[in-house]
């Protein structure tokens, strides 16, 4: 089984600061690769897939970039209402999330 | 948008259904998949069913233990998890897979989720 590892689990910064997330699958995965944004008490929501193209929606602050097993999404300016979990998932075999990434405002 | 049942309470040993209606695109077109998430936990895939056709793929861990259907007369799909342990006490989301006939394996429109929890 594929495993995904990110970092940092947690994370705390500045509104205007650039964040950078990252994950790294156990394997190559190519561009396999997810990111979602939930906040509490909600469902996960789709911001980047193919590791780099943005869902339609998404703000462009968010960017996403890897290929092969390291991978990152970067805010390139927080915004407050960006505080939320940030998980990775690799759908090269069967769909794997990563365990999260915690940001909150500075 | 994908609506869900509501939460539920079971006891150890028991089964639980829930279901997820679909609406505001062709149901026939995409695949969904079940998404589960423990308290505090990552979300975890369970599986994927094409109401088209009806076929399903289980994740590993839930074979023998999950069954998926769909009904295409309601657009609404299931997800059948029984022999419940409080380990499948979880938020279960119902995702659509972003892929248009084909399976993507990434969620662009899920459900608000169902609070299922397991205790005696």
């Known amino acids: 089984d594929i495993q995904m590892t990110q970092s940092p689990s947690s994370l705390s910064a500045s509104v205007g600061d650039r964040v950078t997330i990252t994950c790294q699958a156990s394997q190559d995965i190519s561009t396999s690769l997810s990111w979602y944004q939930q906040k509490p008490g909600k469902a996960p929501e789709l911001i980047i897939y193919?590791?780099?193209t943005l869902e339609s929606g998404v703000p462009s602050r968010f960017s996403g970039s890897g290929s092969g097993t390291d991978f990152t999404i970067t805010i390139s300016s927080l915004q407050p209402e960006d505080i939320a979990t940030y998980y990775c998932q690799d759908y090269d075999n069967l769909p794997t999330f990563g365990h999260g990434t915690r940001l909150d405002i500075k | 948008q994908l609506v869900q049942s509501g939460a539920e309470m079971k006891k150890p040993g028991a089964s639980v259904k829930i279901s997820c209606k679909a609406s505001g695109h062709t149901f026939t077109s995409y695949y969904f998949h079940w998404v589960r998430q423990a308290p505090g936990l990552a979300p975890e895939w369970m599986g994927m069913i094409y109401p088209r056709v009806g076929s399903t793929r289980y994740a590993p861990k839930f074979e023998g233990r999950v069954t998926m259907t769909s009904d295409t007369s309601t657009s609404t799909f299931y997800m059948d998890l029984s022999s419940l342990t409080s380990d499948d006490t979880a938020v279960y989301y119902c995702?659509?897979?972003?892929?248009?006939?084909?399976?993507?394996?990434?969620?662009?429109?899920w459900g608000r989720g169902t609070l299922l929890t397991v205790s005696s």
């Open positions: 193919d590791a780099s």
């Open positions: 995702a659509r897979d972003r892929g248009l006939v084909v399976a993507l394996w990434h969620f662009d429109l």
